[in-house]
């Protein structure tokens, strides 16, 4: 079956430093939406992309998807501590399953 | 703000209880997801809805069952739980077209000692 892998697992950075995390995808990707989910909260929805090479940004968030649609990233410059939670990809499918990546849990410290 | 509510938000249960984990969306959405969370570990699809009397197992084996009775009622249960089914629970619900965001509930946290 499909397997969505993000990497870093975990990354861990000062305020104020950029921070990135990939998504991968076993097989084509078919939309790729971003959540984010703040410690003890639930998943909330950041963005969506739909186009192969598309790049989107919010304020100091960019994202971006493959040329093959196989992958995707976030790019978030000058971290806050506001930023901290995970990331989560999540691949629409062809079945409208909504399938998760693995996710990236991000820490931000003063 | 999203309209989607899970209850309770905590349960803890002894081993071999039947437990029915409540999930309702007032958005009049197609599509409704159930996930299982484990504390800061990944989303693990385990059943989904495209609307009413419709139901499809996940990526992740679950011996819960689910119904779509009602558009805006997916319940998940249990017939005996486990503590290997300790773990939160996660609900969501979306438009039918796949280009829109899903919203989720708060979840249930699920304890079985």
């Known amino acids: 079956g499909q397997q969505v892998m993000q990497i870093p697992q975990y990354q861990h950075v000062q305020e104020g430093e950029d921070f990135t995390t990939y998504c991968n995808s076993s097989?084509?990707?078919?939309?790729i939406q971003w959540y984010k989910q703040r410690p003890g909260g639930h998943p909330v929805f950041l963005i969506q992309l739909v186009k192969s090479g598309e790049v989107k940004k919010q304020k100091r968030l960019t994202f971006q998807f493959g040329e093959a649609k196989k992958n995707s990233s976030l790019h978030i410059t000058a971290t806050q501590t506001t930023d901290v939670g995970t990331y989560f990809c999540a691949d629409t499918g062809t079945a409208s399953k909504l399938t998760f990546g693995t996710g990236t849990r991000l820490q931000v410290t003063l | 703000e999203a309209d989607i509510y899970q209850t309770p938000r905590y349960l803890v249960i002894g081993t071999g209880k039947k437990i029915t984990l409540e999930c309702s969306q007032t958005?009049?959405?197609?599509?409704m997801y159930w996930y299982q969370q484990d504390p800061g570990m990944e989303l693990h699809l385990i059943h989904y809805?495209?609307?009413?009397?419709?139901?499809e197992k996940g990526d992740l084996s679950s011996e819960s069952t689910v119904s779509r009775i009602r558009t805006e009622h997916f319940p998940l249960t249990l017939e005996s739980a486990r503590p290997s089914h300790t773990s939160q629970y996660l609900c969501?619900?979306?438009?039918?077209?796949?280009?829109?965001?899903?919203?989720f509930g708060q979840g249930t946290r699920l304890t079985v000692v």
């Open positions: 809805s495209y609307g009413v009397n419709s139901t």
């Open positions: 969501a619900s979306s438009e039918f077209d796949r280009n829109t965001e899903a919203f």
């Open positions: 958005m009049g959405h197609d599509k």
């Open positions: 097989t084509t990707l078919s939309n």
